[in-house]
């Protein structure tokens, strides 16, 4: 299934999994391996005409990736910019007035918002941020 994020009130990102699309099974002989050929393109499959996907999840036969993961897989910031730009979009903008990080050495305003999740925004009930960590100095 592939997965595109949505706005939402999950911390620290502020973004929880949005519309799920089968694209696919696995096929094959149980001792003999499983192979998955799926072309993932509006072009192959109208059923994802607007859709932007942000993760892969593989799950169980006849559940839902919030109920089973077997293996899951995202594209990086580089790659979402990519393929948005080759289709003619751009990445979600960066909402007006979010607090940006002054710490981190880029122009990019969405890079900048994202370092001050990184190292300011807590997780739900616990208190620490993805920063007490994964510290800066340790990269």
Do not use: W, Y
């Not at 072009?43 to 006849?62: E, H, I, K, P, Y």
């Amino acid at each position: 299934m592939v997965v595109k994020n949505v706005a939402g009130s999950a911390a620290p990102s502020n973004r929880r999994p949005g519309p799920v699309q089968k694209v696919g099974s696995f096929n094959g002989h149980r001792n003999c391996g499983k192979t998955l050929s799926v072309v993932v393109s509006p072009q192959q499959n109208s059923d994802l005409d607007s859709f932007d996907l942000d993760m892969v999840v593989v799950t169980r036969a006849g559940q839902q990736p919030s109920a089973s993961r077997i293996v899951v897989g995202s594209r990086t910031l580089l790659e979402k910019r990519f393929f948005r730009e080759r289709a003619g979009g751009s990445l979600d903008p960066v909402p007006v007035g979010a607090a940006l990080s002054s710490s981190v050495e880029t122009n990019d305003p969405l890079v900048k918002r994202g370092g001050f999740l990184f190292f300011n925004e807590q997780f739900a009930g616990n208190g620490r941020t993805c920063g007490t960590c994964h510290r800066a100095e340790n990269t």
